[in-house]
């Protein structure tokens, strides 16, 4: 089950190819079926010792993407994309997530532009290290999807970059 | 076994790996291969020395793929050389705009050594017939 915050801000077809491509962009090289699940109602995702990868696409829409890699699930995955052992502690698991991030971002990408929406990627962005939290403003609109392949977790955050309008009578 | 000398051209060390382990294990060629971390790194590695295929990654830092491709092509006796464009950037107007500038195939991420075989079985075959021609030959 997909749980979502702010999810109003995001339509059902930018939702849909957000799923999508982390579908194609994770369940390479695996025949498990990836499972989105959890609630998280926060402005921070928490994570222990871990690495993140963080993209922005701009253009029709403006959005920023972050993946965050508790350690044994980045140390999985990576193997899983690269099709061999990367050790965590080496420049190239850095390097291994910004590729996770871009090829995510490259999909998600090209399923905005068959839906008529055209956006560009920045280039990667990658950050390491122990009870990171990736945090966003409180007003802007935002989905966290929880992620759970082979035993491995992992997070999605994706925001946009437009605030929600505070309501001008409140009670 | 054809021998072709490659030109792998990635910001990412471990997709350049990928790309190197995954060429040598569709059994196609005899690859040997030279690294290059951007586009600007690729082109004056590509000004020195002759390559007979090129695998490029668009999205790069200091020059990206599509503008090493249209900076090389630039450069005379290029027209047998497959430009190879291995991406995660896939829609159409960004093929669109590397087809223009003189790249002849592409190759989404992630891929599998199968789907790298399918891709360039037609092209090894084409390069195949260019060497047999004494095309590579001239260029040594």
Partial sequence: MTTMNDCEAFSATHIECLKKSIELTFSFNSKNKLQFSTKNNDSTLWMNEGIVGIISLVGDLSWSVSLGLPKKSAITFAKQFAGFDINYDSEDMDDVTGELINVLAGDIIAKLDAVGTSVYMSLPIVARGNKMGIHVPDRLPKIQLHCTLNGKQFAISLTSGKFHQRRKNRS | ?140
């Fill in chain 2, 1 to 140: 076994m054809l021998k072709l000398r490659a030109l792998v051209i990635d910001d990412s060390r471990v997709m350049r790996n990928m790309v190197m382990e995954n060429l040598k294990r569709t059994g196609l060629a005899e690859f040997t291969f030279t690294e290059a971390s951007d586009g600007r790194d690729a082109l004056r590695k590509f000004n020195v020395k002759k390559y007979e295929i090129v695998f490029v990654d668009i999205h790069m830092p200091h020059m990206d793929g599509i503008e090493f491709v249209k900076n090389a092509r630039k450069k005379g006796g290029t027209a047998n050389i497959p430009f190879i464009m291995i991406t995660s950037e896939k829609t159409i107007g960004k093929m669109t705009e590397a087809s223009e500038v003189g790249a002849n195939s592409f190759i989404c991420k992630p891929f599998t050594t199968l789907e790298l075989r399918k891709k360039l079985v037609p092209i090894i075959d084409r390069l195949g017939k260019v060497a047999s021609s004494g095309f590579f030959h001239s260029l040594n």
